[in-house]
């Protein structure tokens, strides 16, 4: 039987002096396979032999859907403790709110920081792929803390094209219009970059408009943009907040017009916009996909969710998106509204992959112990990997995904490191498709304040959410600074990057220094 946790030596004396007792330390979910497990492992007693990475055949041989024929791996085919897998995610809302919360003055919320969202959120320099799929980089670097180094597993899909060169769109908006997206920053933020998103969409697309509060309703019927796009326009300026938040109502309802004006050849989508205080009706995640789980998984519609507000149902609206096959921005100015909307969406409309997983085996003979940062809501089990009707993660042109691990190498291991390897569906044919890319412990920078500016970054990205979330001044990550000295690297990163985008992570760093 397979266990999850931390497995040192005290931890198996207590199991035999317990005579047979079994952790199991998780819990799967029904829709998505996802875990949510402890993910610190330790290899010690792990068995230490090399093999290739199990296939469904039991062969130790796998077809790599982008190469010919079978090909030998050359990962361990380690005891389940030595790999680590998870369904991809493209979420950066985590990240949004945090510095929402920061620049109001306050803390935000230790549940709603997820690491993976803070890493996600900056641009990153993997190179990508001439076609649909993945390119996979793995690489790293060592921390202060003796033996310990970051580990980045890094996928990049192809760039995004013009907007000419993508699938027609057809988006279903389901606005909330309850009392609360009455503030400034909510229901206006929305209307105003809607608005400017209509007169950027291209003629062969269409939009609907679901509004709900106590109750939903369809404003506007799937619409090509062909025709009049006043229409689109005297439906959006009509919006008005009133009443309560029935949030399940409005994404059933979203569906149901989604469905109703189904375009085959384009891209079919429901753009949520909320604040996601559902408080009445159906308030939680799990039954609100249920009533929509057949019109996500026969006709293939996605879910992109936008979160507003300085009061948030962050966790929510974070459920939603990810089990329903989608992903989450938060937006709190106009800027990053019209970044989401004109900018955002209409590039990344289409989907190059579906249902994309990864898996990340690392060799007992060089790996002590390691620990996947974030994703905890999105494990996988190991055997299910290869398993297409488990749910993975969709993602799109012009994405990149980032995972971290803190991995303890064995003292003087050299050799191989890890091999990741990323499975995905092909959107149309849903043909399975895998790639893998690897690390030698020699390909290890000496220092991760020293290495490349983009591993550097994700490390400080990584350090920043962990405190946050620990809520102490350092991050319970091996070799993380307290937050002044963090606040001090990230500004000469920002110096050195010339990146805005930097420049603002160590301005949140700083602040949140400021405030504990």
Not at 13 to 20: D, N, R
Not at 83 to 95: E, I, K, N
Not at 328 to 355: G, K, Q
């Amino acid at each position: 039987m397979k266990r999850h946790g931390t497995r040192g030596p005290a931890v198996l004396l207590a199991l035999t002096a317990a005579c047979g007792l079994m952790l199991t330390g998780c819990s799967a979910d029904s829709d998505s396979g996802a875990q949510k497990a402890d993910t610190s492992y330790d290899g010690g007693g792990g068995g230490g032999g090399k093999a290739p990475l199990p296939a469904p055949d039991g062969t130790g041989r796998y077809e790599g859907g982008e190469r010919e024929g079978e090909q030998e791996s050359r990962d361990v085919a380690p005891e389940p403790d030595y790999l680590s897998t998870f369904a991809l995610d493209v979420d950066t809302a985590s990240y949004g709110y945090a510095r929402r919360a920061l620049d109001e003055g306050r803390m935000p919320d230790p549940s709603t920081v997820r690491p993976e969202e803070f890493v996600n959120s900056f641009r990153q320099d993997y190179p990508r792929p001439d076609g649909d799929g993945f390119t996979v980089t793995v690489d790293g670097a060592r921390t202060d803390q003796e033996d310990w180094s970051l580990v980045r597993v890094g996928l990049a899909t192809r760039t995004a094209g013009s907007d000419g060169e993508r699938p027609p769109a057809a988006l279903t908006f389901v606005i909330d219009i309850s009392g609360s997206m009455g503030e400034p920053g909510r229901l206006d933020l929305a209307q105003e970059a809607l608005g400017t998103m209509t007169d950027r969409l291209r003629d062969d697309d269409s939009v609907a408009l679901v509004t709900f509060s106590d109750e939903a309703e369809t404003v506007l019927p799937m619409t090509r943009l062909d025709g009049d796009r006043g229409e689109i326009h005297d439906a959006i300026d009509s919006l008005e907040p009133t009443d309560s938040t029935n949030l399940g109502a409005g994404v059933e309802t979203g569906y149901e017009t989604a469905v109703e004006g189904l375009r085959e050849g384009a891209t079919n989508r429901v753009v949520l916009v909320s604040d996601a205080l559902a408080n009445t009706g159906e308030t939680q995640a799990d039954p609100i996909l249920e009533r929509i789980a057949s019109s996500r998984r026969e006709h293939g519609i996605t879910l992109f969710g936008v979160g507003v507000g300085s009061d948030y149902g962050d966790a929510l609206m974070e459920q939603l998106a990810d089990r329903g096959d989608g992903h989450t921005v938060y937006v709190s100015d106009e800027e990053e509204a019209r970044e989401v909307f004109c900018e955002e969406l209409p590039r990344n409309i289409e989907l190059t992959a579906r249902d994309a997983k990864a898996q990340v085996a690392f060799d007992p003979e060089t790996v002590a112990e390691f620990r996947l940062v974030g994703y905890d809501n999105r494990r996988v089990a190991d055997e299910d990997f290869r398993d297409d009707r488990v749910d993975g993660g969709e993602v799109g042109p012009g994405h990149t995904v980032t995972a971290l691990y803190a991995v303890r190498t064995r003292p003087g291991a050299e050799g191989h490191l890890a091999t990741a390897t990323v499975r995905w569906l092909d959107p149309d044919s849903r043909t399975p498709h895998e790639e893998t890319g690897d690390v030698e412990t020699g390909g290890l920078a000496e220092s991760v304040w020293r290495a490349r500016p983009r591993l550097t970054l994700t490390a400080t990205a990584a350090y920043f959410a962990d405190a946050l979330r620990s809520g102490y001044r350092e991050s319970a990550l091996p070799g993380a600074p307290g937050l002044e000295e963090l606040s001090e690297r990230a500004g000469t990163l920002a110096r050195r990057t010339e990146d805005a985008d930097v420049r603002e992570l160590a301005e949140a760093i700083r602040t949140a220094d400021g405030l504990y």
